[in-house]
């Protein structure tokens, strides 16, 4: 059963502890000097603040959670996340509502020449000769400012792999805490791929979080498919996931209820590889036919 989407009950107390400029200038002086650590008096002289029992005050409520002390001040693990959300947080969607149309490959549907935008925070591919949506996904706005038009295409997919991968390999993309992966094909819950047989749900254990993944996605760093790919002639770092329809549509057959697994098939140019999941999407065994 998916766990409750919950926020820890002190969620208020740690975002308070940022809630003043001074401390923000302290994050961002440790930043700037990492790797490096900062005296007391070093770092109050980049901060700029002229009395210490002030400072000192400011800089005892970063600590431990967003500073540690050891031979000087460093950020904290937190603290580091602090900073990066503040970078990631510089470009608002507004910043890349006008990218493209840009041409982004193939339709997997009907082969020709696909356009891709990013608008609110999606980057969507669509074809406008056969009219099918290709794919749309929630993409941070820093990804997209920062990328040259006609590179939008290429990044994302690369983007979209990292964050599959994370999944894939048992971490949340949101709190960093472990997710437990489970297939939906059981389950009265509206399916997110092209087959309801293809869902994977991730569950965080941590904040509850629920991200749903097509389940080739899932395998793409697995060896049996890496090795498939390869001999194929297909290199996922020059090619658009969004086109791979043999792997993100094969054959699905239910092959167990109890314990449940499922048997797909992939297919590139005659060649054929074979995949058993269980319930949780692990590879129970593969075939090259």
Same mark, same amino acid.
């Given at each position: 059963?998916?766990?409750?989407?919950?926020?820890?009950?002190?969620?208020?107390?740690?975002?308070?502890?940022?809630?003043?400029?001074?401390?923000?200038?302290?994050?961002?002086?440790?930043?700037?000097?990492?790797?490096?650590?900062?005296?007391?008096?070093?770092?109050?002289?980049?901060?700029?603040?002229?009395?210490?029992?002030?400072?000192?005050?400011?800089?005892?409520?970063?600590?431990?959670?967003?500073? @540690?002390?050891?031979?000087?001040?460093?950020?904290?693990?937190?603290?580091?996340?602090?900073?990066?959300?503040?970078?990631?947080?510089?470009?608002?969607?507004?910043?890349?509502?006008? /990218?493209?149309?840009?041409?982004?490959?193939?339709?997997?549907?009907?082969?020709?020449?696909?356009?891709?935008?990013?608008?609110?925070?999606?980057?969507?591919?669509?074809?406008?000769?056969?009219?099918?949506?290709?794919?749309?996904?929630?993409?941070?706005? /820093? /990804?997209?400012?920062?990328?040259?038009?006609?590179?939008?295409?290429?990044?994302?997919?690369?983007?979209?792999?990292?964050?599959?991968?994370?999944? @894939?390999?048992?971490?949340?993309?949101?709190?960093?805490?472990?997710?437990?992966?489970?297939?939906?094909?059981?389950?009265?819950?509206?399916?997110?791929?092209?087959?309801?047989?293809?869902?994977?749900?991730?569950?965080?254990?941590?904040?509850?979080?629920?991200?749903?993944?097509?389940?080739?996605?899932?395998?793409?760093?697995?060896?049996?498919?890496?090795?498939?790919?390869?001999?194929?002639?297909?290199?996922?770092?020059?090619?658009?996931?969004?086109?791979?329809?043999?792997?993100?549509?094969?054959?699905?057959?239910?092959?167990?209820?109890?314990?449940?697994?499922?048997?797909?098939?992939?297919?590139?140019?005659?060649?054929?590889?074979?995949?058993?999941?269980?319930?949780?999407?692990?590879?129970?065994?593969?075939?090259?036919?």
């Amino acid at each position: 059963m998916p766990l409750e989407r919950r926020l820890p009950e002190d969620t208020e107390d740690v975002f308070g502890l940022l809630a003043n400029e001074v401390r923000i200038d302290i994050l961002r002086a440790l930043w700037e000097a990492a790797p490096d650590p900062l005296s007391f008096s070093a770092l109050r002289d980049r901060v700029g603040v002229a009395d210490s029992g002030t400072f000192n005050y400011h800089l005892n409520q970063l600590q431990p959670a967003f500073v @540690s002390k050891d031979d000087g001040y460093r950020l904290s693990y937190a603290g580091r996340q602090a900073v990066g959300s503040v970078v990631s947080g510089r470009f608002d969607a507004a910043d890349a509502a006008d /990218v493209g149309p840009v041409p982004a490959g193939d339709c997997m549907h009907c082969g020709e020449t696909t356009d891709a935008t990013y608008d609110d925070g999606y980057f969507v591919v669509d074809c406008p000769a056969c009219e099918q949506l290709v794919v749309k996904m929630a993409t941070p706005p /820093v /990804v997209v400012a920062s990328t040259a038009p006609e590179r939008l295409p290429s990044v994302v997919s690369k983007h979209v792999l990292t964050r599959t991968e994370r999944l @894939s390999r048992g971490f949340c993309t949101l709190c960093d805490g472990r997710v437990d992966a489970s297939l939906t094909l059981d389950t009265d819950e509206a399916a997110v791929t092209y087959r309801s047989e293809l869902d994977v749900r991730f569950t965080c254990r941590e904040c509850g979080a629920e991200p749903r993944l097509n389940v080739a996605a899932v395998l793409f760093d697995h060896p049996a498919v890496v090795s498939f790919l390869h001999d194929a002639g297909v290199d996922l770092r020059e090619t658009y996931v969004w086109e791979l329809r043999s792997l993100l549509d094969p054959e699905a057959v239910v092959v167990d209820r109890e314990p449940l697994e499922l048997r797909l098939t992939f297919e590139i140019d005659g060649e054929a590889l074979t995949v058993v999941v269980d319930e949780s999407a692990s590879v129970v065994e593969y075939e090259r036919i």
